[in-house]
């Protein structure tokens, strides 16, 4: 199947740094990435809509100027953190539909746990 | 928004019995997916419903997508302990996809 590369798998950094996290399709491409948040036990919240070439699609109440947001290839798509604070540690998760044979599945990368010190 | 609820929000059970969770969504869905976390993990897809009462079948598990398309099921026969981990339900709702709360399965040996 699919296979999506989501790296670092796990970052540690001081508040107020930023933090790039990467999500790449491996052997499909992908017009569309979506990013998630995910804390401790609970569901996974959509937080925007990477379109390649152009600009994002946040969900509501998610910050833009905060999570950055970039796809600038049918392979790549990347998460900026900016001035990372404590209550941004959370795990994220990164996944693309690959339409292949005409099921629209979600492949998900493996995940980011962030933790702000 | 787009809500998509789950029930229950955890569940135990012995070994060798069965487990339902259900999803409900507050708009119609143009289909829905299952998904499988394990605790660590990431989540991996199950299955794809797509038509009004749809049913599929894989091994022990049994979806099904109600006539509303709003809501849907998984049902777990004879539970194993590889069942562990948390099912999510996610539903297309224009070109997005909105996952349920997630139900957390623990099975006790």
């Known amino acids: 199947g699919a296979v999506v590369s989501q790296h670092p798998s796990w970052v540690i950094c001081k508040s107020g740094t930023s933090v790039k996290i990467e999500c790449r399709s491996l052997?499909?491409?992908?017009?569309?990435m979506f990013w998630y948040r995910q804390f401790p036990k609970q569901s996974l919240m959509l937080m925007a809509t990477?379109?390649?070439?152009?600009?994002?699609?946040?969900e509501q109440g998610v910050e833009k100027d905060k999570f950055l947001i970039n796809h600038a290839s049918l392979t790549l798509s990347t998460l900026t953190v900016t001035s990372a604070h404590p209550e941004d540690s959370s795990f994220y998760i990164c996944?693309?539909?690959?339409?292949?044979?005409?099921?629209?599945?979600?492949?998900f990368g493996s995940g980011t746990q962030l933790s702000v010190l | 928004g787009q809500q998509v609820m789950q029930i229950p929000q955890y569940q135990h059970v012995q070994e060798g019995e069965d487990f339902t969770t259900y999803c409900n969504s507050s708009t119609t869905l143009s289909n829905i997916q299952w998904y499988k976390q394990r605790p660590g993990g990431h989540p991996v897809f199950l299955i794809q419903?797509?038509?009004?009462?749809e049913v599929k079948k894989q091994k022990r598990l049994t979806f099904q997508f109600g006539e509303a398309k709003k809501n849907s099921s998984l049902h777990i026969t004879a539970t194993q302990t590889t069942d562990v981990g948390t099912y999510f339900c996610?539903?297309?709702?224009?070109?997005?996809?909105?996952f349920g709360t997630g139900t957390s399965l623990t099975v006790i040996p």
């Open positions: 990477s379109n390649e070439g152009s600009k994002a699609t946040y």
């Open positions: 996944s693309a539909p690959d339409a292949g044979g005409g099921n629209e599945k979600l492949f």
């Open positions: 996610a539903g297309l709702g224009g070109n997005q996809f909105y």
């Open positions: 419903l797509v038509k009004s009462g």
């Open positions: 052997d499909f491409q992908a017009t569309t």
